[in-house]
């Protein structure tokens, strides 16, 4: 499969942990995004990167979340004190972009976070 | 105000039925318009992308953009079981830029 992946898919934490997701995106792809989606919601962009650089991130992105993608291949994204509104599906999108106005994102099956 | 906003659902059709589905926006920056179809506990998949105002077909899909309105539509014919997601309709003002997306709306076609 190369499609986007995504680790692990689903994890169960107590408030106050701090939680750590991968994300593999399509071979090649030089841009990664993540989003945020709550149950019955569109998803909300959070940031994302052109190879290692990080190039923009979201207001919802607290000083809680850090995100990296050392070598421009694959992402994390950690959580730090978790709190009950940040259970939510992240989902994590790659993109080629070469000039083209369809550039288009391939999103990840997503992992689904529940902080009790 | 969201800058994103689409028809509240949930849908619940008969198999075989034309489906219409709607979203407006109100930032004029948007030129970039998608459909994504969600299915349950899975990633969004790109079903229809669109730069320009006007139609676009793709078998049984079609994707409708009115700039001038700041209004997309959805529509699918023949609309088949399988058919029964959450589609979301996003939106992005530049090339390589985030997407900005709606709530979704639930589709179900009853066989």
């Known amino acids: 499969d190369t499609g986007v992946s995504q680790n692990p898919r689903h994890k169960i934490t107590k408030r106050g942990q701090n939680v750590t997701f991968r994300c593999d995106p399509i071979s090649e792809h030089n841009r990664l995004y993540w989003y945020r989606q709550t149950l019955g919601q569109g998803p909300e962009f959070l940031t994302y990167?052109?190879?290692?650089?990080?190039?923009?991130k979201s207001r919802l992105l607290s000083d809680r979340f850090s995100a990296e993608r050392p070598k421009g291949s694959f992402s994390t994204l950690e959580i730090q004190r978790t709190e009950q509104g940040d259970s939510a599906m992240y989902l994590c999108?790659?993109?080629?972009?070469?000039?083209?106005?369809?550039?288009?994102?391939?999103f990840g099956p997503g992992t689904r976070l529940l902080v009790l | 105000q969201k800058e994103v906003e689409q028809d509240p659902g949930p849908l619940s059709v008969p198999e075989g039925a034309i489906v219409s589905l709607n979203c407006t926006y109100s930032n004029s920056a948007f030129q970039y318009f998608m459909w994504y179809r969600q299915y349950s506990r899975k990633g969004p998949e790109l079903l229809m992308y669109t730069y320009s105002s006007g139609n676009k077909e793709d078998g049984r899909f079609t994707a409708q953009v009115d700039k001038s309105s700041k209004y997309i539509s959805l529509f699918i014919r023949d609309s088949q079981p399988s058919d029964s997601a959450t589609y979301l309709c996003?939106?992005?003002?530049?090339?390589?830029?985030?997407?900005?997306f709606g709530k979704g709306i639930t589709l179900s076609v009853r066989p």
């Open positions: 996003a939106m992005k003002t530049g090339a390589n830029s985030k997407l900005t």
């Open positions: 999108a790659s993109s080629l972009t070469q000039g083209s106005y369809q550039e288009t994102q391939y």
């Open positions: 990167f052109q190879n290692e650089a990080q190039l923009e």
